[in-house]
């Protein structure tokens, strides 16, 4: 009898529910924040992490998850009686941690020679971040419990990851800038003019796709994207951080340019609001 079980990383994002209704484990990142260490997405909510973000005297920082922390997953599955696990990994071009899983998988196979017929472990590098992939691991996960074999699961995220877009705006550049991981927010230039960016992630690298002058204009952008690139028939994500406002005008505007509700709307938590700043706004969606 087939037996999958799905993981990820908390740079995916996905929302308490979700992980508890699916039976999603995730792998939460350190968020090492002055002399205490938090697991991100299990020791604070994204809004009580925003507060802790802003007032904290220096930036955090995160670790990526070693080698061991995936062989401990893959032997404590591999006891389970799993056939299989399916992990779709943090971009492997801003993080070791995807690496460190297929560092992992070969280990655990030289300990574990006879568990290669039995025991199959799949791992997908989403070279991107946020609900960009946490909503792919979701859908192959509901998917399983509808009857679909792993093979079928792992084709799907494969798919959606090669073609999703995630669309964002940091609206404060400040902890893009201090942080370097998202190179091309770190780069603009243009905030004194009232410039902001329109950003995507294009085989893991970050791109500046529009420079829009104010936040009413990011809005209008974004939605306008997503009504011109998104695949007909498929969902769209709502992101937002601490920006209420932005995120609420944004939501209305694709409501009445999309006709339609996202399919979720989220938070993004600690390891992307320190990169990218609580205060963005943005889109995930197929093309």
């Known amino acids: 009898m087939t037996r999958i079980k799905f993981t990820t990383d908390s740079a995916a994002d996905l929302p308490a529910a979700l992980r508890t209704e699916l039976d999603i484990q995730v792998l939460p990142f350190p968020i090492a924040m002055g002399d205490k260490e938090y697991e991100d997405g299990f020791d604070f909510t994204p809004e009580e992490f925003y507060d802790l973000l802003l007032t904290a005297p220096k930036i955090p ?3 990526q998850l ?16 799993y056939t299989d696990l399916i992990h779709t990994s943090i971009n492997s071009k801003g993080s070791a941690t995807c690496s460190n899983a297929f560092q992992a998988r070969g280990d655990f196979y030289r300990d574990h020679p006879e568990a290669e017929e039995t025991f199959h472990i799949h791992i997908i590098d989403a070279l991107n971040y946020t609900m960009g992939y946490g909503w792919a691991v979701a859908q192959g ?9 792993p093979q079928a699961v792992v084709d799907f995220i494969q798919d959606w990851v090669d073609h999703v877009r995630v669309v964002f705006s940091p609206l ?11 190179s091309a927010a770190a780069a603009f230039v243009g905030e004194a003019l009232g410039l902001k960016p329109i950003m995507t992630f294009t085989d893991g690298e970050s791109k500046i796709l529009a420079k829009v002058r104010g936040e009413k204009a990011v809005v209008s952008k974004l939605t306008e994207m997503c009504k011109t690139e998104r695949r007909a028939g498929t969902p769209y994500l709502l992101i937002q951080g601490n920006n209420v406002e932005q995120a609420g005008k944004l939501l209305e505007s694709c409501r009445q340019e999309l006709g339609e509700e996202p ?25």
Request: hydrophobic share 40%.
């Open 141 to 149: 996960a509901r998917m399983a419990k509808e009857g679909a074999e």
């Open 172 to 182: 404060d550049l400040r902890f893009a800038k201090k942080s370097g991981r998202v």
């Open 66 to 81: 070693n080698p061991y922390v995936f062989l401990e997953l893959f032997e404590r599955a591999y006891e389970e009686g």
């Open 61 to 63: 920082t995160h670790a």
């Open 263 to 287: 399919a979720l709307s989220y938070h993004i938590g600690g390891v992307i609001s320190i990169n990218a700043g609580p205060n963005l706004v943005g889109l995930v969606y197929r093309v």
